[in-house]
């Protein structure tokens, strides 16, 4: 029973910052990589980065690279997502997951989303 609680989310204006948090529980968390994923309004799902087991290696998509950071807390089985130079384009619900979810494929087969927090950036 994996449970996938995401937090942290709120209304900010263009180029303010927001701290996302995901808390996990019914898995190891400290074996898997885990992935941010956001979904915007009449949009399809869209990757945003991942991190490895450890937390020495990141990815991100071009969109946020240089503006988002992805961490790890293994100790306290949370992920968080800092959040800065916030774009209109950012608004979208974000949710965590466990593995890379880099491409269409894992994207599709993963199916156990939390409920997502909502991000919304508008002036």
């Known amino acids: 029973q994996v449970q996938l609680v995401e937090s942290g989310g709120g209304v900010v204006q263009p180029g303010g910052s927001l701290r996302l948090s995901c808390a996990a529980s019914?898995?190891?968390?400290?074996?898997?990589?885990m992935s941010w994923v956001r979904q915007a309004p009449g949009k399809g799902l869209e990757w945003v980065s991942d991190?490895?087991?450890?937390?020495?290696?990141?990815h991100y998509a071009d969109s946020v690279k240089g503006r988002f950071t992805i961490s790890r807390d293994n100790a306290k089985n949370t992920l968080y997502l800092q959040m800065s130079s916030l774009k209109p384009e950012d608004t979208a619900v974000y949710y965590c997951?466990?593995?890379?979810?880099?491409?269409?494929?894992?994207?599709?087969?993963?199916?156990?989303w939390g409920q997502g927090t909502q991000v919304t950036v508008s002036s």
């Open positions: 997951a466990p593995g890379r979810l880099y491409n269409e494929y894992a994207l599709r087969r993963y199916n156990s």
């Open positions: 019914g898995f190891t968390f400290s074996t898997p990589a």
């Open positions: 991190i490895n087991n450890s937390g020495d290696t990141t």
